[in-house]
């Protein structure tokens, strides 16, 4: 079984005694899913600069997104199992994925080991302010009023395909058109 580092965390890195090892010798690779100026690329540079800091070992951030996640998972699937290639990744890209796609480029229970978690990033609901709707329950009351006519963005292209093919969205029962960003 090949063994690589998902780093969910830097936790546990941190609490290591730096002083007892020769660890780290080299610079380290910080592998991310994200693209460059999103929230997990920003979270990936934020505890990169403190690992690093307390590692006294330069650390590179290297952004490797697309595919849901995938592409960066996949080069940290592949990289030597040697602590010096790190993974930052997503719940999506290691479980959500795993439901989503019939084949996937790695086994995320076999390729990768988690550590810690690093971040807990809530997702929010907004409308546009001059919106009328200023609660869920106003928001539900107007897809039921006006069947299609609701639409909304998201930032994850899987989960539309889970909306539609394991949620069973059904636009025609007034949920909306889908993944289709536009006003509410």
């Given at each position: 079984m090949k063994e690589s580092i998902c780093m969910l965390a830097a936790a546990v890195l941190l609490a290591a005694d730096a002083s007892a090892q020769t660890y780290p010798a080299r610079p380290i690779r910080f592998i991310t899913i994200a693209a460059p100026g999103t929230v997990g690329d920003i979270i990936a540079r934020v505890v990169g600069q403190e690992l690093a800091a307390r590692m006294q070992q330069p650390l590179v951030v290297e952004n490797r997104p697309g595919g849901s996640g995938m592409v960066g998972a996949t080069a940290g699937a592949r990289s030597a199992p040697d602590g010096y290639n790190l993974l930052l990744s997503t719940s999506g890209t290691m479980i959500v994925n795993t439901f989503v796609y019939s084949k996937m480029p790695f086994d995320s229970l076999k390729d990768f080991e988690p550590v810690a978690l690093v971040a807990s990033v809530p997702l929010v609901l907004v409308v546009n302010a001059s919106s009328q709707v200023k609660t869920f329950k106003d928001l539900i009351a107007m897809?039921?009023?006006?069947?299609?006519?609701?639409?909304?963005?998201?930032?994850?292209?899987?989960r539309k395909r889970l909306d539609r093919e394991h949620l069973r969205f059904d636009p025609e029962k007034g949920r909306g058109r889908g993944h289709d960003p536009g006003p509410v």
């Open positions: 897809a039921k009023s006006r069947p299609g006519a609701v639409t909304y963005g998201d930032l994850r292209v899987a």
